[in-house]
């Protein structure tokens, strides 16, 4: 009987401690992202210009009726061609409307 007591009071005092390392652990993994989330934000901000610019050229071949294959046909021409916007590009998902640049840093 005493022994099942002091597990228990065992286990009441462990508790906090180990919901402390857990939070802890839980904080800086919340750090870690935050940081890379600000580092991406800083870069599209660097880029504004362009980003916006690659932005608007998508649109404006939506707008026009440009399917998905069609839009990946045209920025892989203007890759291969050196268009200095379109190389940013590396990636698309058009199901989801994104679409992935690659942005350096200054």
């Given at each position: 009987?005493?022994q099942?007591?002091?597990?228990?009071?065992?286990a009441?005092?462990?508790r906090?401690?180990?919901?402390?390392r857990?939070?802890e652990?839980?904080?800086?993994?919340?750090?870690a992202t935050?940081?890379?989330?600000?580092?991406?934000?800083?870069?599209?901000e660097c880029?504004?210009d362009?980003?916006d610019?690659?932005?608007?050229?998508l649109?404006?071949?939506?707008?026009?009726g440009a399917?998905?294959q069609t839009?990946d046909e045209?920025?892989?021409k203007e890759?291969?061609?050196?268009?200095?916007?379109a190389?940013?590009?590396?990636?698309?998902?058009?199901s989801?409307?994104?679409?992935?640049?690659?942005l350096e840093?200054p």
């Amino acid at each position: 009987m005493r022994q099942a007591v002091r597990a228990q009071e065992e286990a009441v005092r462990s508790r906090p401690l180990r919901v402390q390392r857990e939070n802890e652990a839980r904080l800086k993994e919340l750090e870690a992202t935050e940081a890379r989330l600000l580092d991406a934000a800083r870069l599209v901000e660097c880029h504004s210009d362009a980003v916006d610019k690659v932005l608007l050229v998508l649109r404006s071949a939506i707008a026009t009726g440009a399917d998905w294959q069609t839009l990946d046909e045209y920025i892989r021409k203007e890759q291969a061609g050196g268009n200095p916007l379109a190389r940013m590009i590396t990636g698309s998902k058009w199901s989801d409307n994104k679409v992935t640049l690659s942005l350096e840093d200054p």
